[in-house]
């Protein structure tokens, strides 16, 4: 179901994609409220289900329905590479973070066994450079020519794409944001790795000096940008969200770190400080 825009050019909303995100939502929204019953302390204080993670949730649902369910998806598809890329953007990185930071250890207790068996049976493969090789291989596997036209006229193709995209960014940012944490310590070459190593497409597609992508030849021109010059927006789009999020990343991992070297040094001076244990009594 669409609805048209009296405007040129000719976009539409495509509201079908709202279906499965109001299943997503009900279902969050059921744990979340479960969570706060259970997750509640004395004074009314609730852990892990509080309004950080329905602010997270909210904001990661807000990209979902921008990238599928606005013109953004009918701008990408008939008129722009660079509005393409802006949707994959919040599609395959901008939404999974969200929706992984609004999740918490109370809210996911339901499945954290379940989840820690999957690890377990995955054994090497359940490993965060396991999710760079997904991330990184499916993304850069739909941005080959052939892929992406393939993907634009074909909409099972593009669903399986955006499929993908989604998949590969929760496999990226899991082993960082999960609230079940992964038994592999993680450090800045992981996520420098994950972040430049699309970054360096995104690099390229800027710069690049002829058309790729040979869907956009054909669609009406807007906003005059030229074929050209659309890719190299699009690009630039991808580069600038990829060292965005690397920094805020290595601003939170840093945090993380010193916080966590404050709690060692603190319990340390509580050791020192405590006294010694009595000796057993002499006769």
Excluded: C
Aim: glycine share 8%; net charge neutral; no cysteine.
């Amino acid at each position: 179901m669409t609805v048209l825009l009296a405007a040129d050019p000719q976009i539409h909303w495509d509201l079908l994609p709202l279906a499965p995100i109001s299943v997503l939502v009900a279902i969050y929204v059921r744990r979340f409220r479960e969570a706060r019953s259970e997750g509640r302390r004395p004074r009314g204080r609730v852990r892990g289900a509080g309004a950080a993670q329905a602010a997270a949730f909210a904001a990661g649902v807000a990209a979902l329905v921008a990238a599928l369910a606005t013109p953004l998806d009918g701008l990408g598809e008939d008129y722009l590479f660079s509005a393409h890329m802006l949707q994959h953007v919040l599609l395959g990185d901008i939404a999974p973070a969200l929706l992984l930071l609004s999740l918490s250890r109370v809210i996911m207790r339901p499945v954290t066994r379940r989840l820690m068996g999957v690890e377990r049976a995955l054994g090497p493969l359940a490993s965060p450079w396991t999710g760079i090789a997904l991330w990184i291989g499916l993304m850069y596997l739909w941005h080959v020519p052939a892929m992406y036209d393939a993907a634009l006229r074909n909409p099972v193709i593009h669903l399986v794409e955006h499929a993908s995209f989604f998949t590969a960014g929760l496999a990226v940012w899991w082993p960082l944001i999960s609230p079940v944490p992964m038994r592999r310590r993680l450090t800045v070459a992981y996520i420098g790795t994950a972040k430049f190593g699309l970054a360096a497409l995104g690099l390229y597609l800027t710069w690049s000096n002829s058309l790729l992508y040979e869907h956009y030849a054909d669609v009406p021109r807007i906003w005059g940008l030229s074929p050209v010059s659309d890719q190299n927006a699009g690009g630039a789009i991808m580069m600038v969200e990829q060292s965005f999020t690397f920094v805020i990343a290595l601003v939170v991992l840093f945090a993380a770190m010193l916080t966590q070297s404050d709690a060692d040094e603190s319990r340390r001076e509580r050791l020192e400080d405590a006294p010694p244990a009595p000796g057993p009594s002499s006769a």
